[in-house]
């Protein structure tokens, strides 16, 4: 395990502290004798945090020319300093060891307050399509996606507790206390209650006593399971392909967990609503076959099949009370309803005995 020390290079806690100067102390520890002459910040993307586009003029033709600075400059964010100190610890300790498509990282690195910031190669600069929740992918890319789940997976299935890293959150023992807060809350659910996502869905999952039981069910049937090092946040709002069409993950969320989160969380969110029952199957078995491609003792489809269908509250409740100021109300709806109609057509409440 890596000791988390906090780094020498200054974390910047406003987003106008992004300068030149600063620059050049943060990216020459990856570029030896860098030297940022001039950084303008040209495009800003608020969410669970900020996403700063920021042109760069440097001494080296090897340095890039743009570069996405990422960390929490949002009003909300002291509240996800848990969710940027996981990210950092991503790029910086896990995704080295992975053979997996995502952005380089020039940088990571948090300080002694616990402010974390990661610097990312600006991928407009090589053409990618990034994805999006309102427009759901066919089934090649979906099996593509799978087979990079089945490539991480693979490298920690069956890790203990003791085998991987001590950053890494495990659902275990934490499981998302931030929505499980708010199913505890009355006043706060109702909040949810009102809005079009929960319109938009089957009244009979709108509840939150309800919700709170098929979640610990969910809980205690994944003791069971085979758990993993997961990406953590498999939603297609996460997800790019390159110009050759070769998918790639962003914004990860290591999480120790079963395999089945990511992967139902995928598939579910993913899929238009026709056709994810047409393709679930077939996908699951793609999903195995590939496991063992990478030198898994793979589980049967029938145990893939129940630890897949009884993972659904995962992503439910995830959807069903997303803050907007995390994703909007079309993407929270979107994809909020996709889990409500597996969560219909699968009987999630009597399948796991709620």
């Known amino acids: 395990?890596?000791?988390?020390?906090?780094?020498?290079?200054?974390?910047?806690?406003?987003?106008?502290?992004?300068?030149?100067?600063?620059?050049?102390?943060?990216?020459?520890?990856?570029?030896?004798?860098?030297?940022?002459?001039?950084?303008?910040?040209?495009?800003?993307?608020?969410?669970a945090s900020t996403k700063a586009r920021v042109k760069l003029r440097t001494n080296s033709n090897e340095a890039p020319s743009s570069v996405i600075v990422k960390a929490g400059f949002?009003?909300?964010?002291?509240?996800?300093?848990?969710?940027?100190?996981?990210?950092?610890?991503?790029?910086?300790d896990l995704v080295p060891l992975l053979d997996v498509n995502t952005p380089k990282c020039f940088f990571a690195g948090r300080d002694a307050a616990g402010h974390s910031l990661v610097i990312l190669e600006d991928l407009?600069?090589?053409?990618?399509?990034?994805?999006?929740?309102?427009?759901?992918?066919?089934?090649?890319?979906?099996?593509?996606?799978?087979?990079?789940?089945?490539?991480?997976?693979?490298?920690?299935?069956?890790?203990?507790?003791?085998?991987?890293?001590?950053?890494?959150?495990?659902?275990?023992?934490?499981?998302?206390?931030?929505?499980?807060?708010i199913l505890e809350d009355p006043a706060r659910f109702d909040h949810f209650v009102q809005s079009p996502r929960c319109a938009a869905m089957p009244q009979s999952l709108v509840d939150a006593n309800r919700m709170l039981r098929v979640f610990e069910a969910m809980r205690q049937f994944h003791k069971t399971q085979p758990f993993v090092v997961n990406h953590g946040d498999m939603h297609l709002g996460n997800l790019y392909t390159d110009a050759?069409?070769?998918?790639?993950?962003?914004?990860?969320?290591?999480?120790?967990?079963?395999?089945?989160?990511?992967?139902?969380?995928?598939?579910?969110?993913?899929?238009?609503?026709?056709?994810?029952?047409?393709?679930?199957?077939?996908?699951?078995?793609?999903?195995?076959?590939r496991l063992a491609a990478y030198g898994v003792d793979a589980p049967s489809f029938e145990e893939a099949w129940e630890s897949y269908r009884k993972s659904i509250p995962w992503g439910l409740k995830i959807w069903m009370l997303n803050g907007t100021e995390f994703q909007t109300e079309s993407r929270n709806t979107a994809a909020a309803v996709r889990f409500a109609a597996a969560a219909v057509e699968h009987d999630m409440f009597n399948l796991l005995g709620v």
């Open 244 to 289: 050759d069409g070769t998918p790639g993950l962003l914004d990860w969320q290591p999480r120790y967990a079963p395999w089945s989160l990511d992967v139902s969380y995928f598939i579910i969110a993913g899929l238009d609503l026709l056709n994810r029952p047409k393709w679930e199957g077939a996908l699951i078995q793609h999903y195995l076959t």
């Open 124 to 181: 407009d600069e090589r053409g990618v399509h990034f994805l999006s929740p309102l427009k759901p992918i066919g089934f090649e890319l979906a099996m593509g996606f799978l087979d990079a789940l089945a490539k991480i997976h693979a490298r920690s299935w069956r890790a203990t507790r003791d085998d991987i890293f001590d950053w890494v959150p495990d659902t275990s023992r934490q499981q998302n206390g931030h929505y499980i807060a």
């Open 1 to 47: 395990m890596m000791a988390d020390v906090a780094t020498q290079v200054k974390i910047p806690h406003e987003i106008e502290e992004v300068t030149a100067g600063w620059l050049t102390d943060a990216l020459s520890t990856d570029i030896p004798g860098l030297i940022v002459d001039d950084a303008t910040i040209t495009g800003r993307i608020p969410g």
């Open 74 to 92: 949002e009003p909300h964010s002291p509240n996800m300093r848990g969710m940027h100190d996981n990210e950092m610890h991503a790029y910086r």
